[in-house]
T-cell receptor, first 112, second 113 residues
Framework: NAGVTQTPKFQVLKTGQSMTLQCAQD?????MYWYRQDPGMGLRLIYY???????DKGEVPNGYNVSRLNKREFSLRLESAAPSQTSVYFC???????????FGPGTRLTVT | AQSVTQPDIHITVSEGASLELRCNYS??????LFWYVQSPGQGLQLLLK??????LVQGIKGFEAEFKRSQSSFNLRKPSVHWSDAAEYFC???????????FGKGTKLSVKP
């Protein structure tokens, strides 16, 4: 099993460009999450999906949109990238909310 | 408000020495508790978890943690640290079907030879 996979691993964008970060899990988990990690800020939740067909905002949702495409896949979209969105993005999944989460390897995004 | 505090931002220990990383939480119900480790450039890996029962839980890589309800703590311990344990460690709390986990800000562990 691959666990949680994320693409791409690295990305450089110019201000105003858009992109979608992809995440997939093969553990048959119900819940999926998107975080960003910045130095000194820890992990901050952007959006999560408790189950297929539902999404909810986390701590820092502004500037992002998400789509729970099916049970396996949860994508994060930046419509108009800003330098403040330079960060490392992690996707995670869990059998249900509140339980242990399993993380992907991350996407390092730089916005110039 | 629910919160998780890891009081130590950075700890340095000598290889072979014992380790204790502190985690305190503020949570209304009895939470589920977790410790994660993150090596540089990697994602977070689950070290151990506590749901209920025995308050001393064993995890991977020789780590253990003890849940102390009276102190609202879930400290991580290892009897003898190896150089490969140098990483950042995150404590997290959650509750079944009650939304996301709450993560602490992390403790960075450095290991001296």
């Amino acid at each position: 099993n691959a666990g949680v996979t994320q693409t791409p691993k690295f990305q450089v964008l110019k201000t105003g460009q858009s992109m979608t970060l992809q995440c997939a899990q093969d553990m048959n988990h119900n819940s999926m999450y998107w975080y960003r990690q910045d130095p000194g800020m820890g992990l901050r939740l952007i959006y999560y999906s408790a189950s297929e067909g539902t999404t909810d905002k986390g701590e820092v949702p502004n500037g992002y949109n998400v789509s729970r495409l099916n049970k396996r896949e949860f994508s994060l979209r930046l419509e108009s990238a800003a330098p403040s969105q330079t960060s490392v993005y992690f996707c995670a999944s869990s059998s249900q909310t509140g339980y242990e989460q399993y993380f992907g390897p991350g996407t390092r995004l730089t916005v110039t | 408000a629910q919160s998780v505090t890891q009081p130590d931002i950075h700890i340095t220990v000598s290889e072979g020495a014992s380790l204790e990383l502190r985690c305190n939480y503020s949570y209304g119900a009895t939470p589920y508790l977790f410790w994660y480790v993150q090596s540089p450039g990697q994602g977070l890996q689950l070290l151990l978890k506590y749901f209920s029962g025995d308050t001393l839980v064993q995890g991977i890589k020789g780590f253990e943690a003890e849940f102390k309800r009276s102190q609202s703590s879930f400290n991580l311990r290892k009897p003898s640290v190896h150089w490969s344990d140098a990483a950042e460690y995150f404590c997290a709390v959650g509750e079944r079907s009650q939304g996301n986990l709450i993560f602490g800000k992390g403790t960075k562990l450095s290991v001296k030879p």
